[in-house]
């Protein structure tokens, strides 16, 4: 969005408008970042009926069916309203957490649904949803190491020269931090210390991505 919402809606909707009206494969991606859009400028409402509409394109896309489930206002209209969002937050977990089908779903599609979904706004809902934020972490954690991380490891190297590794070497966790906040803002005030903490860490290898503008 670059920090213009006013000028990215407009032109998200004219893109979404035209996708489905030339039947394009990317139209679910295109209600998708609508949907996104919609909801960062306060319409929560109409972000889930464009979720809706996404996924009744490709029913069986596990990346839609994450952003749908778990879908949270990002600006509170009122605590009715509130209250029912996080009432279909925990539906939503309490219907992932009963899933069989996860055999069904590539390794790959998984993934990409566990990293392109998001639930930063639940931290700044009322009432303590601590709750809510673990059950979210232990299905994520579930997902991936018991359907996506075996299957990946499975899958052949892709031409990496085997002679040369070492599976019993040890092996740094490679943890990359993206942000538009790496400078004097509230936001490092929280974050700095973790992440020099990190940075000192023999066994991490620690990459970091600044995305704003400003320098200071």
Request: proline share 4%; hydrophobic share 45%.
């Amino acid at each position: 969005l670059s920090n213009d919402l006013a000028s990215a809606l407009p032109a998200l909707r004219r893109v979404a408008e035209r996708s489905l009206a030339a039947r394009s494969l990317g139209a679910s991606d295109a209600l998708l970042e609508l949907a996104i859009a919609e909801n960062a400028g306060g319409d929560y409402d109409q972000a889930r009926l464009l979720l809706i509409d996404a996924r009744k394109l490709v029913p069986k896309n596990e990346r839609l069916r994450w952003n749908a489930a778990f879908l949270l206002p990002a600006l509170m209209r009122d605590p009715v309203a509130t209250a029912q969002a996080l009432a279909q937050f925990a539906a939503a977990l309490t219907e992932f957490e009963a899933r069989t089908d996860w055999h069904k779903v590539s390794a790959e599609a998984l993934l990409e649904a566990v990293l392109t979904t998001s639930i930063y706004d639940l931290g700044y809902l009322p009432g303590n949803t601590l709750v809510l934020q673990k059950r979210f972490g232990k299905l994520v954690s579930e997902v991936v190491n018991s359907h996506i991380k075996p299957r990946l490891e499975a899958k052949p190297s892709g031409g990496r020269d085997e002679s040369s590794f070492d599976a019993h070497a040890p092996r740094k966790r490679r943890i990359g931090v993206i942000s538009s906040y790496l400078r004097e803002h509230t936001v490092m005030r929280y974050f700095a210390g973790f992440i020099t903490a990190l940075s000192v860490q023999a066994d991490v290898e620690l990459c970091i991505w600044y995305t704003g503008a400003a320098l200071d």
